[in-house]
């Protein structure tokens, strides 16, 4: 996966993890472990009862083990989303 990540440092990411977290961050750097660092991280947090919140993280350092898809991430279609009045069921976490 390390190869593959290449074309994604400097640009925006969404991150989900095994354990069911959706973070979106700007890629700085990865490992060959597929070790990743983000900068200007915020964590998603989906509730069906209560809008989205956003937590503001800034530098994180994910283990590779742990993230189940990662992929870039389209501002201008984020920016779309209404994430505000957004209310879905979180995701389940992936046991490998």
Known sequence: MSDQLR?????PVF??????????????GYDQAANVILSK???R??????PMKTVPIGV?????ETIALIGELDEE???QA?????MVEPLDPIAL
Request: aromatic share 10%; charged share 25%; hydrophobic share 35%.
């Open 82 to 86: 209404d994430y505000d009045n957004m």
């Open 15 to 28: 991150v989900y993890l095994t354990d069911g977290r959706t973070l979106v961050g700007q890629l700085m």
């Open 60 to 64: 994180y350092v994910i283990r590779g």
């Open 7 to 11: 074309s994604l440092v400097d640009h």
């Open 77 to 79: 279609l984020d920016d």
């Open 45 to 50: 947090i989906f509730s069906s009862t209560e």
């Open 41 to 43: 991280t915020h964590e």
